[in-house]
């Protein structure tokens, strides 16, 4: 068996072959955590039309060409900020290579992974799937039992022990939809949907698997691209994201000798994707990171550092300026001069930074939704001209922002007859059609030349500086113009759409753009390595929105997450705060008719704003952790963040009368001093420290609907 290890002191793997197997993942290595194992899976999966599965099944895994592939060569081009290592298999028989190229910036804990897939032979190759990672779960380093079954011994009713340590591990993963995004779940891997069956009496391994699939351009508006697993038992964690704006597929399968995760972009099963290779021609799979380390908070940890290096450099980055937007609660898409200016006073005087004009700035008939497209500014909504509220904008020292939907032509705009009909996603020479839009192809000359127009001339006639970027309608498996299939013509049309952004950012270096689709439809890391904040939702009722919120950092960094604080004039006091808390551990977003709120209720929001811009600092370089567990929609929920030895915790009461017990294992064995951030001058929450076990017991105040933000230092006494 040959072998090569690769990586640095943060994350080390061990790759393994011989003449008669193909590359796999042997052992890993992190800190304290350390992983073999014992079968040896291939760590790319090929599927063609003509070479399928052995033995017939739905997985990513067993495909027949990943079983042939041979090691050919590699090449390590490490150096002192990163590890990169190239490794080319072929499979000889049918002429596919594949090279797999593995980063890891040094330090990071984090493996990116992509794989170049070409055509070596004399006939066309048609891809239906290519994994960029695949590897086992791993066991103890040393410590692992054979898990196979004499089948000669009599069969015990119950079943054998599972040797292969696969009931030891858990699974933890997420859901969203609209208004209910960043559902999150620990579940052990029999409870999870992966029953004990005893394939190991056939002799195969079982056909089936326990998966997670997005759907068109809505990357996150079912499963999540980001989920992990984690053993206690073995002390070990693996956490990955999918770094993709379509379609993506992670799986989980069990063979008899352990569990195996392998991660895709679009499928012919789930996204109808093929691809015709001709000889001599490649494809690139879209890129995923993994994550290893001792615990799931601590592979969290990782990919967490590892966003934040990977991520475009941007002023706004560690700025974080606060943003308000009129729309949610407050306008609802039908701003006027009349409605704003009051609106901009107040934001002013709150403290805010950026104003963002939404939805039906451009709208001259009251039907905003199927007119988009064109971007030109109404002249009934503000008689004088936009410019009128752009000027008292930044006469009150803010920076002017504008909503846009870039990707989408309402049915009723002027430009659905100015575009050629190549410039739409289309399905059998018919423009694809979804509430009221059609969906540009940014593939199409036209339409990037169109949008580069709207976008240049926004920024240089009014000076814009923000752009809420939404995307509202999703197209479905894509489009057959142009392409091998209708999966195909998606992932041309999404990497199509990366470069745009890519180019405004380029030509605009300052600008900022907020990545809104429905609230949260698509915040994967191709979208957040690329543009400043993300919507989390759009969730209207405040006492919903907590576990939204405070799951985010699982998919995005703290600093990226926007969850609206959206006060009213007519909430209670400590219901104010709790809206106010719930954007504070994250990128501070404000909407609500401040301008008709009390003085009282105002102060409440002034001192929000400014405890926000006291947190960015330590916000940027947090990483998250869950003192209550994660949310589950129900009691109490918490967020925390950890800057070094201090912490942060918002915790949010929402009806229960017992104490919140909070889970500080950072701090155990030490004093701690505990201040509240927000709000100090209302009723202060009784707190009680644990230092033994590193439980802060807190009592909420008198009242329904609460929230609080606190600090929680070692004490130096």
């Known amino acids: 068996m040959n072998s090569l290890h690769w990586g640095d002191e943060s994350l080390a793997i061990e790759l393994a072959w011989d003449d008669a197997s193909a590359v796999g993942v042997r052992s890993i290595r992190s800190g304290g955590a350390h992983v073999a194992v014992t079968d040896v899976v291939p760590l790319v999966e090929i599927l063609t039309v003509g070479a399928g599965h052995e033995p017939a099944s739905d997985r990513l895994d067993h495909t027949q060409i990943g079983r042939s ?32 190229t593995l980063e890891s910036p040094n330090g990071s804990g984090c493996i990116r992974a992509e794989v170049e897939v070409v055509n070596v032979g004399r006939s066309t190759a048609v891809l239906r799937s290519v994994t960029s990672w695949s590897s086992g779960f791993g066991d103890l380093a040393g410590g692992h039992v054979e898990a196979s079954v004499d089948a000669t011994e009599p069969v015990d009713s119950a079943g054998p022990a599972d040797r292969s340590g696969f009931e030891s ?15 999150w779940s620990r579940r052990g891997m029999r ?27 809505w990357s996150t508006g079912g499963a999540l691209p980001v989920a992990g697993i984690e053993s206690t038992e073995i002390g070990a964690a693996w956490l990955w994201q999918i770094e993709h704006n379509g379609g993506w597929r992670w799986e989980i399968g069990e063979n008899r000798t352990g569990g195996v995760f392998s991660l895709s972009g679009p499928t012919d099963r789930d996204h109808s994707f093929t691809l015709a290779l001709a000889p001599g021609e490649r494809f690139t799979t879209v890129p995923v990171t993994v994550a290893f380390a001792s615990t799931f908070t601590a592979a969290l940890e990782n990919l967490t550092g590892y966003r934040r290096g990977a991520r475009l450099p941007h002023l706004d980055n560690e700025r974080l300026s606060v943003v308000f937007n009129d729309y ?3 306008l609802n898409g039908d701003p006027t001069t009349e409605r704003l200016l009051p609106l901009v006073d107040a934001a002013a005087e709150v403290g805010a930074e950026i104003f963002c004009i939404d939805a039906g700035w451009y709208d001259d008939s009251g039907s905003w939704w199927g007119s988009v497209g064109e971007w030109q500014p109404s002249t009934v909504r503000f008689p004088a001209g936009l410019d009128e509220v752009i000027e008292h904008i930044r006469s009150r020292g803010m920076t002017p922002g504008l909503w846009l939907e870039p990707e989408v032509v309402g049915v009723r705009s002027p430009l659905v007859d100015r575009l ?5 996603l289309q399905r059998f020479g018919e423009r694809v059609e979804e509430h009221d839009r059609y969906h540009l192809d940014l593939r199409h000359p036209a339409v990037i030349a169109h949008l580069d127009a709207v976008v240049d001339r926004l920024v240089d006639d009014f000076g814009i500086g923000f752009f809420k970027f939404d995307y509202n309608v999703n197209p479905g498996a894509g489009t057959d113009l142009d392409a091998d299939s209708p999966g195909h013509g998606l992932l041309l049309h999404n990497r199509a759409h990366l470069a745009w952004l890519d180019a405004v950012l380029e030509r605009h270096p300052e600008l900022i753009i907020e990545n809104c689709s429905s609230g949260a439809m698509r ?4 979208m957040l390595s690329r543009l400043q904040m993300q919507s989390t939702s759009d969730q209207q009722d405040f006492r919903l929105y907590p576990p939204i919120a405070a799951a985010a950092p699982l998919s995005m960094l703290p600093e990226q997450a926007a969850s609206w604080a959206y006060p009213q004039p007519e909430m209670t006091e400590e219901e104010v705060a709790f809206c106010l808390v719930t954007g504070l551990l994250g990128r501070y977003y404000l909407s609500g008719y401040l301008n008709r709120m009390t ?27 869950w003192p209550t567990g994660l949310p589950n929609g129900d009691g109490a929920v918490s967020l925390g963040l950890a800057d070094g030895q201090t912490l942060y915790a918002s915790v949010w009461n929402r009806g229960g009368s017992e104490p919140i017990r909070l889970e500080l294992p950072r701090l155990r064995g030490h004093d701690v001093i505990v201040d509240t951030v927000f709000p100090r001058e209302l009723a202060e929450w009784t707190t009680k420290w644990n230092g033994e076990e590193g439980i802060l017991t807190v009592r909420a105040v008198d009242a329904e609907t609460s929230a609080r933000t606190f600090r929680i230092t070692p004490s130096t006494a």
């Open 69 to 100: 592939l041979r090691y050919v060569a590699h090449v390590d081009e490490s150096d002192a900020t990163r590890a990169l290592l190239r490794v080319t298999q072929r499979d000889a028989v049918r002429g596919i290579e594949a090279t797999i």
């Open 169 to 183: 591990w858990s699974l933890v993963s997420g859901t969203g939809e609209w208004l209910g995004e960043n559902r």
């Open 191 to 217: 409870e999870a949907g992966i029953a004990a069956i005893r394939e190991d009496l056939t002799g195969h391994d079982r056909r089936s698997s326990l998966g997670a699939v997005s759907y068109g351009t």
């Open 328 to 330: 949610m609660n407050t």
């Open 420 to 424: 050629p009909d190549e410039a739409f």
């Open 523 to 526: 915040m994967d890391f191709a």
């Open 599 to 625: 003085p009282a209720q105002r102060a409440l929001v002034r001192e929000a704003v400014a405890a926000a811009k006291q947190l960015r600092g330590a916000i940027s370089r947090s990483t998250p952790f």
